[in-house]
């Protein structure tokens, strides 16, 4: 069976350049990089090199770059690092809480540890989107108090492809001496990205989600941005983050990284132009589908789509069974009966929020793939109508 796969915002595949770099690192160069010996100095060039392509890929210094375990320890290490570092700002009075600003339509890596520092004493306030999943800065803005250490605020957002106002939220932010985080994990690889103009002072990108192996991340830190660490131990910790450093994960980084910044400019018109094809196509083709977060500026690869009077986990597990990979709602509560909190932040009622399904494309998406999507999802869509009474209620109210 014809097999395609368009979720590549849950995870992409590795590159066949990225595993060719990586590959003498698990068995010839297997050295420890804190090693003085030439074994571990190898492995110390090699990891330093990646270093530089992340920097690279970020416009950044080297030194600002601390590799992690993923995006969601990246988002850990800059929501506990920074909140725990802040020493409450002049001018809060005394027994006053730290205070954290953040969206509503955060990834659960920053959702969830948000959660935790509330259980901590923080106190956090979690900013209202608009329709299309965009905070509004000024909005961001307004929720800053004395007690304020730390804003976070994603660049992408996973489900919807929107993207956030970052920019203008640091502005604020610069003027009120406060950090900002940005969970760059969706946006890495998709739209350029420039620490310098972006203004954040924290950044986490993740190499699965471009082209890179999984389990590895890394965490942009502004010099001079004061970070308590989150793991305490031996080995590397030159950059605060301590343990054998997973150095084929490294090196298979830095070349994704490589890669994500000379294919940007011709790859994501190529994608976006398939994308707009894929939602002309789907538009066109099946009543009354929506895009959800469609007025909004998107990374180039998302389309997430509402097909009312379609139970998204059943669309999905019927594309699957036709060869098509799509994902409802966040890959990681895939399996779960709970709406997005993303689709319902954005104000779909529930029946909505369980009709949506995201479609994300990606490298080695083709014009063929998208003909074999276009050919087989109207179908299975207007099969699993006919299946459900209120359709068929629709459909007959309609005709009448
Ligand atoms: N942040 C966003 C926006 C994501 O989409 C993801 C993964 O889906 C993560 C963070 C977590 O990254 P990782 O899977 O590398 O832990």
Redesign the pocket.
Known sequence: MRRVYLDY??TTPVAPEVLEAMLPFFAGDYGNASSIHAFGQKCRAAVEGARDSVAKLLGARASEIVFTS????A?NLAIFGAVSAAPLPAGSSAGERKHVVTTTVE?A??KSPCEELERRGVEVTYVPVNREGRVCPEKIAGAIRPETVLISV?L???ELGTLEPVERIAQFAAEKKILLHT?A??AAGKIALDVNRIGAHLL?I?A??IYGP?GV?ALYVREGTQLDPLLFGGHGGRDGRPGTENVPGIVGMGKAADLARMQLAEGSPRIAALRDRFERGMLAAIPLVRINGCCAPRTPNTSNLLFPHVEAEALVIALDLKGIACSAG???SSGTVEPSHVLTAIGLPMPDAHASVRFSLGRYTTDDDLAYALDVIPPVVQRLRSLNPQWRDAAVAEKA
């Open positions: 915002n849950a993923g995006g969601t320890e988002d990834h890596a920053v994603m992408a957002n996973n969970d994990v969706q986490s993740s699965h989600k999984k991340g966040a890959a990681c």
